[in-house]
């Protein structure tokens, strides 16, 4: 079973301040991905900040998105 994203944050150099179901706040850094595909053009700090959370994940207007597994698994 995963835990769900309820909030999400952008911060400064790509990362993420997460808020996942069970109230544990987490780090994720998107830095790793910015030259795949869809995430590139995240790299307009705009894009990357108009994060948002899609049912129980976060996404972007561009279609990016992120499984909340991968996220939680990934994030200090």
Request: aromatic fraction near 14%; proline fraction near 3%.
């Amino acid at each position: 079973m995963y835990l769900g994203v309820k909030f999400v944050k952008p911060l400064d150099n790509y990362n993420l301040l997460l808020t996942f179901e069970n109230n544990e706040q987490r780090i994720f850094d998107m830095s790793s991905y910015m030259e795949q595909g869809i995430f590139s053009e995240l790299k307009d700090q705009n894009i990357f900040k108009s994060v948002r959370i899609n049912f129980d994940t976060i996404g972007w207007g561009n279609g990016a998105d992120l499984d909340p597994e991968l996220l939680y698994k990934e994030s200090k």
